[in-house]
């Protein structure tokens, strides 16, 4: 995995020590000050009914009031701090898993990057040079006078290249230490030449090898079958003599290795009876710089691409053949799902309050089977679609939330709220149109409800509550 690759920034991770020590440091301030309240609540109204014990009866009933309902708090926070308690793990549990996936995910980008990363294989078609004296006049001072000088200089022109036949294989192999592609190519190209000037018949062959290249081998140019001999290192000019109206061919071969992409560019020119056929051996391939082949031919693992002009074309992206990579698509979906895990868990919790009796007991086993079965999510995920993986795990989710209810009415009603609460809110962050699964699942949450309480459609009995 690539260095670079990080986790969402500023986002909780319990697997860093100094996060979960601030995290128990925290919750431990947070507990002791509930405490406290709760403790100076019951201090302060056993001393109000202590001091008015003697009082009027009308404020002993006042004093038994307030007592009552204090009792009524303390059972009520004893869920709500029950659900905290759940809560606040849960929910860094879930940044947690949503750190390390977002971490995967940014590997995983990176390693494909990686993968076809480098310097393109580029080469320019060859140029035919020939130099002409152009006159040209300037004006200098001579003995204190204007004078006009009118002299001759050389200039460099180019002619136009008769033909172009191309071919190149392409190999691709792997560089193990980086994991990235490289290609070897067989170059082979046949050029044909026309001098259709009257006054020239010296000329410059400039075939320069590949830019990008890593390792260039068995370089030569020929004319008519005869090897071409270098003048000067590094120089890539060949001259020859051609008289007017005569035409000769040149054949321009090596071996080269480079990054994870060969194009050919015209670096501007004019080209005229062109054909070009660049054979991929491997895949998958596909062309490059948009320029559309005449023909594409797949033969097993290798693919044939052929841009083939009778006439002339000129193009302003060079043809090419590069790796094509499977896209990764919808990142930052299983990130941004178990950010939101929560509160869909606070929900989810909501409903079945709202749907049946509620044990400490249940509370516990239905906050555990959630998470559990988010955690199984985020792993199975890397391996299968998110949305099928949720299915299968909705299933198993399901048959277990039928255990909440002591009897089929209570069951029955469990289930209805996990599929609102829980079902179909996880798998409306999974799909593209979140928002229709999402009020959907708000729709029926408060369908249920409303038959569940408005009109007695579906009732309970008190021995539905499962102890």
Same mark, same amino acid.
């Given at each position: ?390 299915? %299968?795990?909705?299933?198993? /989710? $399901?048959?277990?939330?039928? =255990? @909440?209810?002591? &009897?089929?009415?209570?069951? #029955?009603? *469990? ?8 079902? %179909?809110?996880?798998?409306? /962050? $999974?799909?593209?149109?979140? =928002? @229709?699964?999402? &009020?959907?699942?708000?729709? #029926?949450? *408060? ?21």
């Amino acid at each position: 995995m690539s260095s670079s690759a990080q986790g969402i920034p500023g986002l909780p991770d319990l697997t860093h020590p100094i996060e979960l020590v601030q995290f128990g440091t925290h919750a431990l301030k947070a507990s002791l000050l509930l405490v406290f309240l709760i403790v100076a609540l019951g201090v302060a109204i056993a001393l109000i009914s202590f001091s008015l014990s003697r009082s009027q009866p009308e404020q002993l009933i006042f004093i038994g009031e307030w007592a009552v309902r204090y009792s009524q708090l303390l059972r009520g926070l004893q869920h709500l701090t029950l659900i905290l308690v759940l809560l606040l793990p849960g929910f860094f549990l879930c940044s947690t898993l949503s750190n390390r996936y977002h971490y995967w995910e940014q590997a995983r980008v990176a390693q494909v990057a990686e993968s076809v990363a480098g310097e393109k294989l580029e080469q320019f078609a060859p140029q035919i040079r020939y130099s002409i004296q152009e006159p040209y006049s300037y004006n200098t001072q001579v003995n204190g006078k204007i004078v006009k000088v009118n002299e001759t200089r050389e200039i460099n022109r180019f002619l136009t290249l008769a033909g172009s036949q191309i071919q190149v294989k392409l190999d691709q192999s792997v560089d193990v230490p980086g994991r990235s592609s490289i290609y070897q190519a067989n170059y082979t190209a046949d050029y044909k030449v026309i001098n259709q000037l009257k006054d020239i018949n010296n000329f410059f062959f400039e075939a320069p090898p590949p830019n990008g290249y890593t390792l260039l081998a068995s370089y030569k140019v020929e004319r008519d079958s005869t090897r071409l001999q270098q003048t000067n290192p590094g120089d890539y000019g060949f001259p020859f003599r051609l008289q007017p109206g005569e035409e000769t061919t040149f054949r321009v071969t090596y071996q080269a290795q480079g990054g994870p992409r060969w194009v050919y560019s015209a670096a501007g020119q004019l080209l005229s009876n062109f054909s070009l056929t660049a054979i991929a051996n491997f895949a998958p391939a596909d062309f490059a710089s948009g320029v559309v082949p005449n023909e594409i031919k797949v033969n097993g693992h290798s693919t044939h691409f052929t841009w083939k002009f009778d006439d002339n074309v000129s193009v302003k992206n060079p043809f090419g053949v590069f790796t094509n990579t499977e896209p990764i698509r919808h990142t930052g979906v299983i990130p941004r799902l178990l950010l939101l895990a929560p509160a869909i868990f606070l929900w989810w919790i909501l409903l079945l309050y709202l749907s049946l009796p509620m044990s400490f007991k249940n509370v516990v086993i239905a906050a555990s089977i959630f998470f559990a079965c988010l955690l199984t999510l985020t792993y199975l995920a890397r391996v299968i679609n998110p949305q099928l993986a949720w299915t %299968l795990i909705s299933i198993i /989710l $399901l048959i277990l939330t039928w =255990g @909440l209810g002591a &009897s089929r009415s209570a069951s #029955l009603a *469990a289930i209805v709220a996990t599929i609102a609460g829980a079902v %179909l809110p996880i798998f409306g /962050l $999974l799909v593209p149109f979140s =928002g @229709l699964i999402l &009020s959907l699942a708000g729709l #029926l949450s *408060a369908v249920w409800l409303a038959v569940r309480h408005w009109y007695g459609w579906y009732s309970l009995h008190p021995e539905d509550q499962r102890l």
